[in-house]
């Protein structure tokens, strides 16, 4: 069961890491909601140094981030099990956060007629579908009831077109 407990911090930030890129923070799986998160963190950094994907950073103000540009989160549970001050608590819901895979459709290759699949092709769930549409481009869209937000499409995707949301709630 869902709790606001565990939905992400979603406010957004511009920062340079190797290219130009605005990117949203995503603290670990099964984190408290901000600010409570930042209040139980202590900053130790175990769960960075546990994560056996190396997907966790140490990110603005000290606080461990998820970028999945580093690759997927395979939802093992280390960090969450690390992490002494319970910041990172399964406790409270079985779902570890609400990211869900978006496509910028005007930087897809596939949708520009350029032979791509890797994000389908590496989504261990299986989410994304390319449909051959007329013209010779394909076009895209993510099964989000399939998909966990867990970033291997982020990381495998040559035109950087795949970014994690919170989809919006329906009104
Ligand atoms: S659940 Fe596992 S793979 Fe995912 S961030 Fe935590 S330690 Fe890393
Ligand atoms: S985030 Fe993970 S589950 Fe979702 S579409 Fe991308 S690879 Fe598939
Ligand atoms: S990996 Fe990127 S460029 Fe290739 S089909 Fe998927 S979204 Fe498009």
């Known amino acids: 069961m869902a709790s606001p407990d565990n939905v992400p911090h979603a406010g957004r930030r511009a920062f340079l890491r190797g290219r130009a890129?605005?990117?949203t923070t995503i603290r670990p799986p099964w984190a408290l909601l901000e600010p409570r998160f930042l209040d139980a963190c202590t900053r130790c950094g175990e769960c960075v140094e546990t994560c056996p994907e190396q997907v966790l950073v140490i990110g603005t103000g000290g606080y461990p981030e998820f970028d999945p540009r580093l690759g997927e989160c395979?939802?093992?549970?280390s960090c969450v099990d690390t992490c002494a001050?319970?910041?990172l608590d399964r406790s409270t819901t079985s779902l570890p956060w609400h990211w869900k895979a978006h496509i910028q459709?005007?930087?897809?290759?596939?949708?520009?007629?350029?032979?791509?699949?890797?994000?389908?092709d590496g989504c261990p769930e299986r989410a994304i579908r390319l449909r051959p549409a007329?013209?010779?481009?394909?076009?895209?869209?993510v099964d989000p009831a399939a998909c966990t937000g867990c970033g291997a499409c982020v990381s495998l995707c040559p035109a950087t077109a795949i970014a994690l949301r919170i989809p919006e709630a329906p009104p």
Not at 134 to 141: A, E, F, K, S, V
């Open 21 to 23: 890129s605005a990117r």
């Open 74 to 77: 395979s939802f093992c549970g």
């Open 85 to 87: 001050s319970k910041a």
């Open 105 to 120: 459709h005007d930087r897809c290759f596939a949708e520009q007629g350029i032979v791509c699949a890797s994000c389908a």
């Open 134 to 141: 007329l013209g010779g481009i394909q076009t895209i869209t």
